[in-house]
Every structure is written in structure tokens, then in C-alpha cells.
């Protein structure tokens, strides 16, 4: 099995900053892939910033220059610092992590049970 947990959602006032942490652990022979998505109420879920499969990185032009995404391997982590927020970043903030089990397995998505991130003054 494989446990993703996020942590670091909070309230935040306009103009802040936060860092979200996610964990992976159990059964990982490697991670593939590593992201952060949000969804706002009656939105549906984007990509926020994500390292993808072939080592490339990808952020969305809402938060180009605001938000950084970076990891720690050793430690199955992906973190998501946010600064200068913005009303219009409160959201729920999910990381998915592709997870390849085994030396012969294929990678396989899991989700984090999400963060709640507020911006409000």
C-alpha cells in the first residue's frame, strides 16, 4: 500500500505565503511523477505545478512567478511554496504522485486527501 499525506493549508492573508508538504510512504520502488492540483468550489480541478515523467517541469500562467514546486527523493516528498497569494488561490489543494511499486510494476497515480488553502484578509 502507499499513503500520500499533505500538510500546510491554512488562512492566510493577501500578499503571504505558505508552503504545502506531500509525503509518500509504504510500498515505492520510485516516484514517476509528482504535482499539485487545486479546485475551488464550483470549479473544477487544474494543475497548479507538477514535475512531470520526463523530467520536465509545468506551472500554470496563474501562478507563474508566484509559486514554486520542488522535492526531496530521499524523503518521497514534493513541496508547493506559495507567495504573494491571491484571493482567487483559495482553493483545496491536492498532490498526485505517480508511484511505481516495484521494479517491474507500472506506475500507478495516488491522491493526497487534500489541504484547504483560504486567502482572505
Known amino acids: 500500500q502507499v499513503q500520500v499525506v499533505e500538510s500546510g493549508g491554512g488562512l492566510v492573508q493577501p500578499g503571504g505565503s505558505l508552503r504545502l508538504s506531500c509525503a509518500a510512504s509504504?510500498?515505492?520502488?520510485?516516484?514517476?511523477?509528482m504535482g499539485w492540483y487545486r479546485q475551488a468550489p464550483g470549479n473544477q480541478r487544474e494543475l497548479v505545478a507538477e514535475f512531470t515523467s520526463a523530467r520536465s517541469t509545468n506551472i500554470a500562467d496563474s501562478v507563474k512567478g508566484r509559486f514554486t514546486i520542488s522535492r526531496a527523493n530521499a524523503k518521497n516528498t514534493v513541496y508547493l511554496q506559495m507567495n504573494r497569494l491571491k484571493p482567487e488561490d483559495t482553493a483545496v489543494y491536492y498532490c498526485?504522485?505517480?508511484?511505481?511499486?516495484?521494479?517491474?510494476?507500472?506506475?500507478?497515480?495516488?491522491w493526497g486527501q487534500g489541504t484547504q488553502v483560504t486567502v482572505s484578509s
Open positions: 509504504g510500498s515505492i520502488f520510485s516516484i514517476n511523477a
Open positions: 498526485k504522485l505517480s508511484v511505481i511499486r516495484t521494479i517491474i510494476s507500472r506506475p500507478n497515480d495516488y
